[in-house]
C-alpha cells in the first residue's frame, strides 16, 4: 500500500540527518515502524520513509493507529517530535559507552549513533581530563569585620569618583556634595555625566561615568 506523507508536517529534516538516518537503518534495520491512520496518511516517521527511499527501500513497517481522532493525531504528531528534545544526557555515561564501543570491532560505523567522529573524539577524550581546580586569584577575600567604607565616603578612583550612599534615603545624595570638605573641586557647569547605580545591598555605590574636571 502507498503511504501518503503530510505535506502540513512542520518537523523539517536536513540532508545531513536524512544521511544520519539512513546509517542508522542500514546498520541497525528499520526498528522503529511508522505510524499511520485509517487513510494510510503518516502520523509519525516522515524522516525514516526518505531515508528508507534514499536507500532504495520500497517497502517499510508500519502500525496502524486507529483510536485517535484528527485532532489527538495532529497533536500526538508534534508530541512525538518534541517530547524527545526534552531530555538530556549524562555526558559522562554517554562518553563511558562510546569509549567501550569504541574499542570492538564493530560490524557498523560509530557514526551510525548519529554522533560526528569529531564528537565521539572529543567526548572519549573529556573521560581523561582532571576536574579543573579554581584559580586561587579568582576567589574573593573573605568580608572584614569592620566596613572599609562608610556611607558619605568618596573615593577617588584615577579621574573618576565613586560615592558610597544609601538610595533609600537622601543622605550622600549628590546635592550634598558641596558641602564635604573631603571634595576638593566641583564642576561649575551642570553635571552631564550619566549616573549608574550599582546595587550592593542596602549600600548603593553611585558611579561617575565620565572624568570630572580637574582644578576648578
Sequence with gaps: ?????????????????????????????????????????????????????????????????????????????????????NSTWDDRLLAEQLRELSILDLSFDLEATGFDMGEIDFRIESLGEKPETPDPADQLPSLQERAASRVGDLWQLGRHR?????????????????????????PTRPLTSRLRAMSAGLVRFVIVSSPWPQGR
Excluded at 21 to 41: H, M, Q, R, T, Y
Excluded at 162 to 177: F, I, K
Design 1 to 85: 500500500m502507498a503511504l501518503r506523507l503530510d505535506p502540513q508536517n512542520p518537523r523539517l529534516h536536513s540532508r545531513k540527518q536524512l544521511r544520519q538516518i539512513a546509517n542508522s537503518i542500514n546498520s541497525f534495520g528499520f526498528n522503529v515502524p511508522v505510524l499511520i491512520d485509517a487513510e494510510k496518511s503518516v502520523i509519525a516517521g516522515h524522516g525514516r520513509i526518505l531515508a528508507a527511499k534514499a536507500l532504495g527501500w520500497t517497502e517499510v513497517p508500519v502500525i496502524a493507529i486507529e483510536h485517535l481522532d484528527a485532532a489527538q493525531r495532529r497533536a500526538f504528531a508534534i508530541a512525538d517530535n518534541r517530547l524527545t528534545e
Design 162 to 186: 565613586a560615592l558610597c550612599g544609601n538610595a533609600s534615603t537622601g543622605a550622600a545624595s549628590p546635592s550634598s556634595w558641596k558641602a564635604r570638605s573631603q571634595i576638593s573641586s566641583l
